[in-house]
Structures are given as C-alpha cells and as structure tokens.
C-alpha cells in the first residue's frame, strides 16, 4: 500500500506469548482473529469518515471544499472510503489505503502546484484506548477458543 497503512505490533511480553501459543495451537483461529481485527479496523474508518471524527474521536477539521459544496470531508465521491482495505501479513495485520493522496489527508502537508495549499492531518486511522481494547477482546476471545 503506497498510500497510508497502520501494522501494529504487539510489545507486551504476555500478549506475545497468547498470541504465539494461538499461532501454534490453532491456526486457523489465528487467521479468523487478524481477519476480525482487519474488519473491524476498516469499519472504525469508515465509521470515523462517516460520523466526521478522528481515530481518537475528536472532530473531524472540515476541508475548504467540503464547506463550499456543502457535504462531508473525505467523503465526496467515496473513492477515499471506499479504498480502505486490510491484507493479512506474516504475523500480522495490515490495515490502510492504497490511493496516494491517503497519506497527505492522514498526516496533512502542503500539496498542490508550488505547494500552495496546506492540507490540515485527519487521521481518520489509528489504535487509541477504544480500538487497542476492542482487539484486545478479539484475541482474548481466539485464544479462550483454544483452551
């Protein structure tokens, strides 16, 4: 994805160890658990599109054109929506957009002919509190399934 992706790891030496043993144990649950997160991860996004708020759940700063028109930011003609995907990885999870201009939305920048125009960040993909506990819940539940 050459757009804007998100591939978390995992630190916690005990969240590594469940994750191992559902790898080894069982992995057919191993990829049903990564395919729950990648779902539910692109729902967050396009959740997050849809209700004009960030990852983290703050409000959404609305783009020049979106007030213009009048409509929703990032959501015009659903071709950045829509482009949210997620690809199971060696071990992981990959969630993001493939389309260019993915990143420029999600960490903003200047753009456009000489860089004229400055493209406020909406990072509309991200883990905080709420998204690190609803994965937690996932792998919880994989490895339960195990046991």
Same mark, same amino acid.
């Given at each position: 994805?050459?757009?804007?992706?998100?591939?978390a790891g995992f630190s916690n030496d005990?969240?590594?160890?469940?994750?191992?043993?559902? =790898?080894?144990?069982?992995?057919?649950?191993?990829?049903?658990?990564?395919?729950?997160?990648?779902?539910?991860?692109?729902?967050?996004?396009?959740?997050?599109?849809?209700?004009?708020?960030?990852?983290?759940?703050? =409000?959404?700063?609305?783009?020049?054109?979106?007030?213009?028109?009048?409509?929703?930011?990032?959501?015009?003609?659903?071709?950045?929506?829509?482009?949210?995907?997620?690809?199971?990885?060696?071990?992981?999870?990959?969630?993001?957009?493939?389309?260019?201009?993915?990143?420029?939305?999600?960490?903003?920048?200047?753009t456009g002919r000489k860089k004229k125009?400055?493209?406020?960040?909406?990072?509309?993909l991200g883990v905080g509190p709420k998204?690190?506990?609803?994965?937690?819940?996932?792998?919880?539940?994989?490895?339960?399934?195990?046991?």
């Amino acid at each position: 994805m050459s757009g804007v992706q998100l591939r978390a790891g995992f630190s916690n030496d005990l969240i590594r160890l469940h994750l191992a043993r559902l =790898a080894i144990a069982n992995a057919e649950g191993y990829v049903t658990a990564r395919e729950d997160i990648g779902e539910y991860m692109v729902g967050e996004v396009q959740d997050n599109i849809d209700g004009q708020k960030l990852y983290d759940g703050s =409000a959404m700063p609305q783009s020049k054109a979106a007030i213009k028109r009048p409509g929703k930011t990032l959501i015009d003609k659903h071709h950045l929506y829509d482009s949210y995907v997620f690809q199971l990885a060696p071990g992981a999870v990959e969630i993001g957009s493939a389309l260019v201009y993915a990143a420029i939305h999600h960490f903003g920048g200047k753009t456009g002919r000489k860089k004229k125009t400055n493209i406020v960040a909406r990072p509309v993909l991200g883990v905080g509190p709420k998204q690190e506990k609803r994965i937690g819940d996932i792998l919880i539940d994989a490895v339960g399934a195990i046991q």
